[in-house]
């Protein structure tokens, strides 16, 4: 099994910058891809970060060129997501996940407010 934990999350202005981090724990082998899924009320919970372990990323285009996703495989394998130019749009659950062929875990979940 692995557990995920999730950090960062909260209120922020739209316009403003925030930074979300997944720290995998337990057999962490089992991992390849890690990425950030969010959910807005009403919605279905949507992919919109990935990043192989090679380090490949890709993103939403409802994202894209405003998030950065990033890893570190060193000793313990965390996934961050850069958030910045945030839109409330953008207010959601983010869900770190982590996932290979075989194997699917997910975090808590964390929330992230907009205000205008």
């Known amino acids: 099994q692995v557990q995920l934990e999730e950090s960062g999350g909260g209120l922020v202005q739209a316009g403003g910058s925030l930074s979300l981090s997944c720290a995998a724990s337990?057999?962490?082998?089992?991992?390849?891809?890690m990425g950030w899924y969010r959910q807005a009320p009403g919605k279905q919970r949507e992919l919109i970060a990935s990043?192989?372990?090679?380090?490949?990323?890709?993103y939403a285009d409802s994202v894209k060129g405003r998030f950065a996703i990033s890893r570190d495989n060193a000793k313990k394998m965390v996934v961050y997501l850069q958030m910045n130019s945030l839109k409330r749009e953008d207010a959601a659950i983010y869900y770190c996940?982590?996932?290979?062929?075989?194997?699917?875990?997910w975090g808590q979940g964390t929330q992230v407010a907009v205000s205008s």
């Open positions: 996940s982590a996932w290979s062929n075989e194997y699917e875990y």
């Open positions: 990043i192989t372990s090679d380090g490949v990323s890709n």
């Open positions: 337990g057999k962490i082998f089992t991992i390849d891809n």
